[in-house]
């Protein structure tokens, strides 16, 4: 790394603990330090939750507005693939799909590709000069088990072949301990090992048990120096779900409300369809406002969701459904 890097890298790092400070001191006047703070989140309504959910997936939404809403989501969409399978051909593809993701020129490209590491390179290039961001899962993901210095190693390599964006996990049985410090001090590792890239961070909420414990992940996530906070790895099932990402937009709203910073979300995991999109895209009108309904602050993690997408995109143009098989699968 070089020394401008280096010092680049230390105000990042610096800045997060100063952010965190902040923070602190935002929702606890006492600035008794993180534990104090996370401890005295006030339980999460969970009954209240679901209601709101519920009502806002009534909302309907009108032709017009529709299908500016389903271009939207094409643009917000990390076109991901995550298998063991994964070749250097298949990446290219999809790397193609996200550039134009129909042959019409309306339809606008995909936010990012997401991939392993070792598929960064070949992302890279196949996606240089389109705009479309290259994403990697790191830490050893999904699991994020390794050594720290392991999972930091993994970042920078996925920074070095030239990733834009990392996704990372937290160590959740640290976070289930009660070990707060510990997932602190990894997450703002990680974003001095990010560089200039973006840092996602994945709670895994289908293993954290409570909205209670996704609320205060969130927060955590967010003082250790996130760009994002991303549900799920689509790993574990439940994945994303409208109740878990509103409790997650609702602490999004609050820090903003507290230091004016916008954090972004990412629900990933489980939304394959137009119409669940869609209502995402309302939670978060209805939550933080229009300001957040870019990709620079909402994206979907998916894999299936864009042939829906542009399925719905056609219905909408031609009057007609044509067949799912001539969206693809990914």
Same mark, same amino acid.
């Given at each position: ?7 680049? $890298?230390?105000?990042? /790092? $610096? ?29 999460? &309504? ?15 939404? @009108? ?16 076109? $991901? ?66 050594? *720290?210095?392991?999972?930091? =190693? ?26 707060? &410090? ?20 994945? *709670? ?5 048990? #409570?909205? /209670?414990?996704?609320?205060?992940? #969130?927060? %955590? ?8 906070? @991303?549900?799920?790895?689509? @790993? ?13 937009? =609702?602490?999004?709203? /609050? ?5 004016? =910073?916008?954090? +972004? ?35 979907? +993690?998916?894999? $299936? %969701?864009?042939? /829906?997408?542009?399925?719905?995109? =056609? ?8 067949? #799912? ?6």
């Amino acid at each position: 790394m070089s020394t401008s890097a280096g010092r680049d $890298t230390a105000v990042r /790092d $610096t800045a997060a603990r100063e952010r965190a400070r902040d923070l602190v001191q935002a929702w606890d006047g006492r600035a008794s330090g993180l534990g104090s703070l996370l401890g005295r989140v006030t339980p999460v &309504d969970a009954v209240g939750v679901q209601e709101r959910v519920a009502s806002l997936q009534k909302r309907s939404i @009108k032709k017009a507005s529709k299908v500016w809403a389903l271009r939207l989501v094409t643009s917000m969409i990390d076109l $991901t693939t995550l298998e063991g399978k994964d070749t250097p051909g298949k990446v290219r593809a999809l790397c193609a799909k996200a550039i134009r993701p129909m042959e019409r020129g309306d339809v606008p490209s995909c936010a990012a590709v997401c991939v392993y590491p070792s598929h960064v390179a070949t992302a890279k290039s196949a996606l240089e000069g389109s705009g479309v961001r290259v994403a990697s899962v790191a830490t050893c993901f999904p699991s994020g088990l390794s050594a *720290l210095d392991v999972r930091l =190693e993994d970042v920078r390599r996925a920074v070095e072949a030239g990733a834009d964006e990392i996704d990372m996990v937290i160590d959740r049985g640290a976070l289930l301990a009660g070990r707060l &410090d510990v997932v602190f001090d990894e997450i703002a590792a990680t974003r001095q090992a990010c560089g200039a890239a973006h840092l996602k961070v994945i *709670l895994e909420t289908g293993e954290l048990g #409570s909205y /209670d414990l996704v609320h205060r992940a #969130s927060r %955590l996530a967010i003082a250790a120096g996130a760009d994002f906070i @991303k549900t799920s790895t689509g @790993k574990i099932a439940p994945a994303a779900t409208p109740a878990v990402t509103l409790v997650m937009l =609702e602490v999004i709203r /609050d820090h903003f409300l507290a230091t004016g =910073e916008r954090i +972004g979300m990412k629900p990933a995991g489980g939304i394959r369809t137009a119409k669940q999109a869609l209502h995402y895209l309302v939670l978060v009108a209805e939550t933080l406002g229009d300001a957040w309904l870019t990709p620079d602050l909402f994206r979907f +993690g998916a894999s $299936t %969701l864009l042939g /829906d997408v542009l399925m719905q995109l =056609e219905k909408e143009r031609t009057g007609a459904y044509q067949r #799912s098989d001539d969206f693809g699968k990914d």
